[in-house]
């Protein structure tokens, strides 16, 4: 079973990213996904489901404590074997959990289509990644009626610490974003569009709390906490 989490997000000036960043080195490393590549980061792409009212973008902007958004995302750049993950982000007060699921990204509209798990959803495990959460992705998606709305892509810098829990700090850069209509939308970059063009999001992900270098450093930077969430930010730029 995935565990909740805290999850607090800031509004970070591109021009005090890489001060930042040096400083968040002397304590952490990046993680084993974006130390594969030579820029330290790589690409989130999710394509984000909403009912026909938006419901989740609604309950986001109401402030509704109990709550759950839809995505289906993949990383980096089309390859044969890129991966696919149908997830729901649920938030409960101020803890979230993601549950999750793994198929290959060109079978997608396969599946929702045909909804032979079975056949498609792949025996993965850990991290929130389990198969029968398919089940409940399908379950939500047929009682909501949800459907695409918007493709959402920037570039993640992420970083972990040894030794105290699971303290997860990302810098998400670039932030752009596309209606779409179909499921596996995942790789249209011809017609994004910047959502945000002097600021990047940086995130701090944990269970058992902060350490005080951390703290130091976000109130040395002077970032407030704010209630950011790229799908409605995304939906809002597209609005206009």
């Given at each position: 079973m995935p565990y909740p989490k805290l999850e607090y997000k800031y509004l970070l000036p591109v021009a005090d990213v890489e001060t930042l960043r040096n400083r968040m080195l002397l304590h952490m490393q990046a993680d084993r996904y974006a130390a594969r590549s030579p820029e330290l980061q790589y690409t989130v792409r999710s394509v984000y489901l909403d009912?026909?009212?938006?419901?989740?973008?609604?309950?986001?902007?109401?402030?509704?404590?109990?709550?759950?958004?839809?995505?289906?995302?993949?990383?980096?750049?089309?390859?044969?074997?890129?991966?696919?993950?149908?997830?729901?982000?649920?938030?409960?007060?101020?803890?979230?959990?993601?549950?999750?699921?793994?198929?290959?990204?060109?079978?997608?509209?396969?599946?929702?289509?045909?909804?032979?798990?079975?056949?498609?959803?792949?025996?993965?495990?850990?991290?929130?990644?389990?198969?029968?959460?398919?089940?409940?992705?399908?379950?939500?998606?047929?009682?909501?009626?949800?459907?695409?709305?918007?493709?959402?892509?920037?570039?993640?810098?992420?970083?972990?610490?040894?030794?105290?829990?699971?303290?997860?700090?990302?810098?998400d850069k670039n932030l752009r974003a596309t209606r779409v209509s179909m499921h596996d939308a995942f790789w249209r970059d011809s017609d994004l569009l910047p959502v945000m063009r002097q600021h990047y999001i940086l995130e701090v992900k944990f269970t058992r709390g902060v350490p005080s270098w951390l703290r130091r450093l976000l109130y040395h930077h002077a970032l407030r906490r704010l209630a950011l969430s790229k799908y409605t930010l995304s939906l809002d730029a597209h609005a206009h």
């Amino acid at each position: 079973m995935p565990y909740p989490k805290l999850e607090y997000k800031y509004l970070l000036p591109v021009a005090d990213v890489e001060t930042l960043r040096n400083r968040m080195l002397l304590h952490m490393q990046a993680d084993r996904y974006a130390a594969r590549s030579p820029e330290l980061q790589y690409t989130v792409r999710s394509v984000y489901l909403d009912s026909p009212r938006l419901s989740a973008y609604r309950e986001k902007i109401e402030g509704v404590r109990h709550r759950r958004k839809y995505r289906i995302r993949v990383y980096n750049d089309a390859v044969d074997s890129s991966s696919a993950f149908l997830e729901i982000k649920e938030k409960q007060g101020t803890y979230l959990t993601k549950y999750r699921s793994c198929l290959s990204a060109a079978a997608v509209e396969t599946l929702v289509g045909d909804r032979d798990l079975h056949r498609h959803v792949r025996q993965v495990h850990g991290d929130g990644i389990r198969p029968e959460n398919a089940t409940m992705f399908f379950h939500d998606y047929d009682r909501k009626a949800l459907r695409p709305v918007v493709l959402v892509v920037y570039e993640r810098e992420a970083y972990t610490v040894n030794g105290f829990g699971d303290l997860r700090v990302t810098i998400d850069k670039n932030l752009r974003a596309t209606r779409v209509s179909m499921h596996d939308a995942f790789w249209r970059d011809s017609d994004l569009l910047p959502v945000m063009r002097q600021h990047y999001i940086l995130e701090v992900k944990f269970t058992r709390g902060v350490p005080s270098w951390l703290r130091r450093l976000l109130y040395h930077h002077a970032l407030r906490r704010l209630a950011l969430s790229k799908y409605t930010l995304s939906l809002d730029a597209h609005a206009h």
